[in-house]
């Protein structure tokens, strides 16, 4: 059974960073796609950034060229580098797992991820 568990949220002020972390257990085989994803109160879920294994990331414009998507393929392990936070950016962050089809896309669309984390509260003070 697949499960994936976030770590690292917290709180800052604007212009801070923080680096959040998510250890899969269970997830094995190919074509791994990972992704995080967050939701602010009265907001629905957004889509941050995913990526697979060997593969290129992807990113929703809001967080370009401030946050980082990264995977430790070994270990099993997601990362997001959040820089130049704002307040914008407080939410709660998932980390979300999934098999990609053959032929499909690694995109963080929020419908095609199977597997979720608790989440873990970032909150960016201005």
């Known amino acids: 059974q697949v499960q994936v568990a976030e770590s690292g949220g917290g709180s800052v002020q604007a212009g801070g960073s923080l680096r959040l972390s998510c250890a899969a257990s269970?997830?094995?085989?190919?074509?791994?796609?990972m992704g995080w994803f967050r939701q602010s109160p009265g907001k629905e879920r957004e889509g941050v950034a995913s990526?697979?294994?060997?593969?290129?990331?992807s990113y929703v414009d809001s967080v370009k060229g401030r946050f980082t998507i990264s995977i430790d393929s070994a270990n099993n392990t997601l990362y997001l580098q959040m820089n130049g936070l704002k307040a914008e950016d407080t939410a709660v962050y998932y980390c979300?797992?999934?098999?990609?089809?053959?032929?499909?896309?690694?995109?963080?669309?929020?419908?095609?991820?199977?597997?979720w984390g608790q989440g873990t509260q970032v909150t960016v003070s201005s």
């Open positions: 979300a797992a999934r098999y990609r089809p053959f032929g499909d896309f690694c995109r963080p669309r929020d419908y095609e991820f199977n597997y």
């Open positions: 269970g997830y094995t085989g190919p074509r791994r796609c």
């Open positions: 990526i697979e294994s060997d593969a290129e990331s």
